[in-house]
């Protein structure tokens, strides 16, 4: 069992940066696969991006490619999401998402552990 805590929205303007991270504990993180998935109002919840177990390969949805970094920290047990050049079309409800395998994914319900979301808004 993984219990995953994300942390690290807000309220920001276009153009700026923030940076979320997900705290990890209970099973060892070091053999999950870590993805971030976004939800906005009205909307699916959609891919952001996918890091493998060691941390080598990345994928990233083509709306955040180039805009957004995924990363993660063995010793801290923590993945983080790095979002610069924020668009008002980033404002989601945005979750760090493991799963039980050593590759990334796209695909939400390959993901088994779910944390509670936290918020991000980007209006001027």
């Known amino acids: 069992q993984v219990q995953l805590v994300e942390s690290g929205g807000g309220l920001v303007q276009p153009g700026d940066s923030l940076r979320l991270s997900c705290a990890a504990s209970?099973?060892?993180?070091?053999?999950?696969?870590m993805g971030w998935f976004r939800q906005a109002p009205g909307k699916e919840r959609e891919f952001v991006a996918s890091?493998?177990?060691?941390?080598?390969?990345?994928r990233y949805a083509d709306s955040v490619k180039d805009r957004f970094t995924i990363s993660r920290d063995t010793a801290k047990n923590t993945v983080y999401l790095q979002m610069d050049s924020l668009k008002p079309e980033d404002t989601a409800v945005y979750y760090c998402?493991?799963?039980?395998?050593?590759?990334?994914?796209?695909?939400?319900?390959?993901?088994?552990?779910w944390g509670q979301g936290t918020q991000v808004t980007v209006s001027p």
């Open positions: 998402a493991g799963r039980s395998s050593w590759s990334i994914s796209t695909t939400a319900p390959e993901y088994g552990y």
């Open positions: 890091i493998s177990r060691s941390g080598i390969s990345t």
């Open positions: 209970g099973r060892t993180f070091s053999s999950n696969a």
